[in-house]
T-cell receptor
Framework: DAKTTQPPSMDCAEGRAANLPCNHS???????VYWYRQIHSQGPQYIIH???NNETNEMASLIITEDRKSSTLILPHATLRDTAVYYC????????????FGQGTELSVKP | DTAVSQTPKYLVTQMGNDKSIKCEQN?????MYWYKQDSKKFLKIMFS???????INETVPNRFSPKSPDKAHLNLHINSLELGDSAVYFC?????????????FGPGTRLLVL
C-alpha cells in the first residue's frame, strides 16, 4: 500500500469549511483513497473513499487531483464534534485486508 | 443496536497474568480484525479472520492468540501479559467486496498491565 503524508495538526473555526490535505505521490492505479477519523477515546470511523473521481456523502467531500498524487477532505461546515484525528489511507480496493494508519492530522475545531 | 461491541471496556491486570478480550459484530460481515493502538496513538493491525480463517497475522508475539468461533465473533487471548502490552485494542469488521471495503470499529478495550 502507498504511503501518505498529512500535516500533523490543523485548526478550523466552527461553521467554516475544514480542508484536510493528503499527499500520496506513490499511489498505484488500483489503489483507493480512504479517509477515517478517530474522535478522542473512540474507535476509528469511516468517512469517505474514492478512486479518481471526486466524491461527496453526508459527512464530507473528497477531492482527488487529476494525477491522483494528492487529495483533500472537505468538511463543509465544521462543528466542535468534528474535532478528531483524520487519517488518509491508500489501499487496493478489491482485496480485503489491513488498513495502514499513519499519524493523521489532528483537527481542532474552535468556537 | 451496537454494530461492533467489545468486552471488557477496561481491563487492569498484573504482569504475568492471562486475559481475554471479546468482540462481536451484528452486521453480518465475514471479516474481522484486531488492531492495537499504543501510547503514541499509532494504530496497527494485528490479526484478521475471514469466514473464521486466519488471513492476516502481523509480527505479533505468539503470546497473543486470536480465536474466531464463528463469523460474528473474534476473541483475543493474551498469555503472560507484559507491561508493553498496555494499549487500546480495537476490533473491526468488514464485508469483502470487489470494489471497496469499509471497516467498522468497536469502541476499544483499554488494557493496563501493572
Amino acid at each position: 500500500d502507498a504511503k501518505t503524508t498529512q500535516p500533523p495538526s490543523m485548526d478550523c473555526a466552527e461553521g467554516r469549511a475544514a480542508n484536510l490535505p493528503c499527499n500520496h505521490s506513490t499511489i498505484s492505479g488500483n489503489e483507493y483513497v480512504y479517509w477515517y477519523r478517530q474522535i478522542h477515546s473512540q474507535g476509528p470511523q469511516y468517512i469517505i473513499h474514492g478512486l479518481k473521481n471526486n466524491e461527496t456523502n453526508e459527512m464530507a467531500s473528497l477531492i482527488i487531483t487529476e494525477d491522483r498524487k494528492s487529495s483533500t477532505l472537505i468538511l463543509p461546515h465544521a462543528t466542535l464534534r468534528d474535532t478528531a484525528v483524520y487519517y488518509c489511507i491508500v489501499r487496493v480496493g478489491n482485496q480485503g485486508g489491513k488498513l495502514i494508519f499513519g499519524q493523521g492530522t489532528e483537527l481542532s475545531v474552535k468556537p | 443496536d451496537t454494530a461492533v461491541s467489545q468486552t471488557p471496556k477496561y481491563l487492569v491486570t498484573q504482569m504475568g497474568n492471562d486475559k481475554s478480550i471479546k468482540c462481536e459484530q451484528n452486521l453480518g460481515h465475514d471479516t474481522m480484525y484486531w488492531y492495537k493502538q499504543d501510547s503514541k496513538k499509532f494504530l496497527k493491525i494485528m490479526f484478521s479472520y475471514n469466514n473464521k480463517e486466519l488471513i492476516i497475522n502481523e509480527t505479533v508475539p505468539n503470546r497473543f492468540s486470536p480465536k474466531s468461533p464463528d463469523k460474528a465473533h473474534l476473541n483475543l487471548h493474551i498469555n503472560s501479559l507484559e507491561l508493553g502490552d498496555s494499549a487500546v485494542y480495537f476490533c473491526a469488521s468488514s464485508q469483502r467486496k470487489v470494489t471497496q471495503e469499509t471497516q467498522y470499529f468497536g469502541p476499544g478495550t483499554r488494557l493496563l498491565v501493572l
